[in-house]
Structures are given as structure tokens and as C-alpha cells.
């Protein structure tokens, strides 16, 4: 085997993975910058883990929620037993992708974000492409990433392509 081969054969690494209005038009629902590990995921299950030892630990995290056709009441219940529970306490962002809700009920849900976020005192961005949709970006949870709102980015290191 040539030495070309053999690279051609090795893993590559990517030294970080940058989501940006270039997938998607990200929303900014509170300005700033964080940086941490991200954790999250579907905000039905989060929700559910309040109390139990599956828990997400969200100090100095950047916070990924997403969903699957949930009415707009139910994701300010789920947000404000979030935040009931301190998981907003000490976190340094939060991402929120796709939430796969119609037309109609995702104005709802904007609204309920838009309220809920308005005075967080860390970086809030939303419209990921990130969740139950197509097209569906995979980012990987645990490792370190940065959120940004100026421009609205999220840069997520340690990515295998």
C-alpha cells in the first residue's frame, strides 16, 4: 500500500464544525456570547429527567433544546419547569433547533420564546436546523462549543467528518 492509501484510509478530524445563517436564518433572542460543553436535546425528555439521576447538567453548558410537534403552551410549561428547576441558572447559552410545529402554532411558540428569553442574561439564538427536520444537521453532544449572536453562530469543536 502506497503512502497516498494509507492517508486516504485514515480518519480525518475537523477542528471545529460552524453552524450559521448560511444553513439556516438564525434568530437572536437574547445578544451575548458563551462558550461550554453542549447538552441538551429533545425538551420533552429533558423535561422528564427533571429530579432523576438523568438529569442534564447545565452548568457552564450551552443548553440544545429541540421537540416534535408540541402546542405552544406545553413548551412554556416544559421551559418554566426548566427554569423552576435552576437549569438556567448557570448556563452559558442556549441553541434552539427545530421544533417541527405547524405555521400557525410555531408563531405561538415564537411568541412564548420570544417572552421567555427576552431578559436572559446569556446568548439565546434559535432556528437550527437541529432535530426531527430535513434537512437535519447532526451535531455532536459533550464536546466544547461556542454560541455566538454577532453574527448568529454556533461553533462546535472536536467534529468527525
Same mark, same amino acid.
Given at each position: ?70 402546542p405552544a403552551f406545553r413548551i412554556d410549561a416544559m421551559l418554566t419547569q426548566l427554569k423552576q428547576a ?19 402554532? !410555531?408563531?405561538?411558540?415564537?411568541? @412564548? ?5 427576552? &431578559?436572559? /442574561?446569556?446568548? =439565546? +439564538? ?10 437535519? !444537521?447532526?451535531?455532536?453532544?459533550? @464536546? ?5 449572536? &454577532?453574527? /448568529?453562530?454556533? =461553533? +462546535? ?5
Open positions: 500500500m502506497t503512502s497516498k492509501e494509507q492517508q486516504r484510509q485514515k480518519p480525518r478530524f475537523c477542528l471545529y464544525l460552524t453552524y450559521d445563517s448560511r444553513k439556516s436564518p438564525l434568530i437572536t433572542l437574547a445578544d451575548g456570547t458563551g462558550e461550554g460543553r453542549l447538552v441538551g436535546g429533545n425538551l420533552t425528555l429533558l423535561t422528564n429527567g427533571v429530579g432523576t439521576p438523568f438529569q442534564v447538567n447545565t452548568k457552564g453548558a450551552i443548553l440544545l433544546i429541540e421537540d416534535v410537534a408540541e435552576s437549569l438556567f441558572d448557570e448556563v452559558k447559552g442556549v441553541v434552539i433547533g427545530d421544533l417541527q410545529a405547524d405555521p400557525g402554532e !410555531y408563531e405561538k411558540i415564537k411568541k @412564548v420564546l420570544q417572552y421567555f428569553f427576552s &431578559s436572559a /442574561p446569556f446568548p =439565546v +439564538v434559535e432556528n437550527f436546523q437541529i432535530g426531527h427536520c430535513k434537512p437535519n !444537521y447532526g451535531v455532536p453532544i459533550g @464536546v466544547n462549543a461556542k454560541l455566538t449572536t &454577532s453574527p /448568529p453562530r454556533l =461553533v +462546535v469543536d472536536s467534529g468527525v467528518i
